[in-house]
């Protein structure tokens, strides 16, 4: 009986041990079928290949930022974030000893007195409140010798000497005048010149056509710029004129003798002076715009806060239009040689999460031939604007930041394996 089982158990293993043919063949086929599936697919399917670094949104004409000039406390902020402000507007004053209406008041004295007028002179009325911090002892001086001076006027002076000085007074002003004129046009000029240098600046992609349109704009931007600074030396020259015939007639009227004009010269280098001392000061402690456009805080977070030297305490994002959006990308080197222009670009930014809003396509405008600190700086153009995979238009910020995904080329999934494999074992 034992044998029986033992020869049956041995039968039944035989059996359950060998396959039916025809299992092998059909496992085979289904293998071989999968196979040829997964090839033809992975051939056919093709993942992005894509070198991936921060981007930062921005314009043509930059915001353009202001920098602390010294260390301080922050004792006026004189704006809102969002104003708009013209060219030259104080927008904050950093603490002094000085108060700076009381500056400003001097300055516009200074202004006054600067042309040597004689009527200038005898309605001025020194005002020895002011709190000029720094500036009070060489102050002081000015009003002493101001006073040591005597404006009044002398009847017996040659009227017709002083109406052919005025005579030319006259005609050198209205010679300031259309060099003012000519200045405005030139610094227009100039602000087109400097706008087509930085546009094809941007663009510049190593093209040897595009590096002689870069050189001969900057050609330009360099002549304009010495056109204006001929034309204020032109104007300077004029003002200085008017400035000497001035003394002339006040010496005149003034009957001077010697001992008057060597009190005059004093009182004049004194208030030159002090003009300086005073320009040197709002440098050194206003915040002023350097052009005219909107305010945007980009450190400053209120009054009496503490700035060092060198801090960027705000900018002014010039006003225009935002038409020409462009995104600007450092790519470190590990990858950049796959970059090139033309190539399509993903860009999902921080602050609109892309699960949400989607994203924006982008494509690579130009491309640095050389590193800055082993770093390539990359243009990024955007022909739809801000409107995103998802149909939405996002709101311009300046500076808003996100990610760039620069995709270099479509890979086959067989290719990359195959590369993977490669890799390995190459």
Known sequence: MEDKRVIRSEEVQEILGTPPSWIVQWGTTVVLISL?????????????????????????QPPVPIFAKTDGYIS??????????????????????????????????????QGFDQDAFLSYEPDRTLQLGEMQSDYASFVQLYQDFSFTKNTNYDRKSTRQLKS??????????????????????????????????????????????????????????????????????????????????????QGFRAGNMNRYQALRQSLSKLSGEVAAWKQKYLLSAPTEGMVSF??????????????????????????????????????????QTGQRVIIKFDSYPFQEFGYVEGVVESKALLPQNDEYFVKIGLPAGLRTSFGQD?????????????????????ERALEKLLSIFG
């Open 36 to 60: 040829v599936v997964l090839g033809a697919l992975s051939w056919y399917f093709k993942y992005p290949d894509k070198v991936s670094s921060k981007l930062t949104l921005t314009t043509l």
């Open 76 to 113: 006026r902020v004189l704006v809102q974030d969002g104003d708009s402000v013209q060219q030259n507007a104080i927008l904050a004053v950093i603490a002094s000893g000085a108060t700076y209406e009381d500056v400003l008041k001097l300055e516009a004295d200074l202004q006054l007195l």
């Open 168 to 253: 030319q007074i006259r005609q050198i002003e209205e010679g300031i005048k259309a060099l003012n004129v000519e200045l405005d046009k030139a610094n227009e000029a100039r602000l087109l010149a400097q706008r087509q240098f930085e546009l094809y600046h941007k663009q510049y992609d190593g093209d040897l056509s595009d590096l002689d349109r870069l050189d001969q704009a900057r050609k330009d931007l360099i002549d304009k710029e010495q056109g204006i600074a001929r034309i204020e030396g032109d104007i300077s020259d004029e003002k200085q004129e008017i400035s000497d015939l001035n003394v002339q007639i006040l010496a005149i009227q």
């Open 298 to 339: 980009y450190n400053l977070r209120r009054e009496q806060q503490y700035v060092n030297e060198g801090d960027k305490v705000l900018a002014i994002l010039p006003f225009q239009e935002f038409d020409n959006i462009i995104g600007e990308v450092m790519l470190p080197i590990a990858g950049s040689g796959k970059v």
């Open 394 to 414: 996002l709101v311009f910020r300046q500076q808003m930041s996100g990610s760039a995904e620069i995709i270099t080329e479509d890979k086959r999934f067989l």
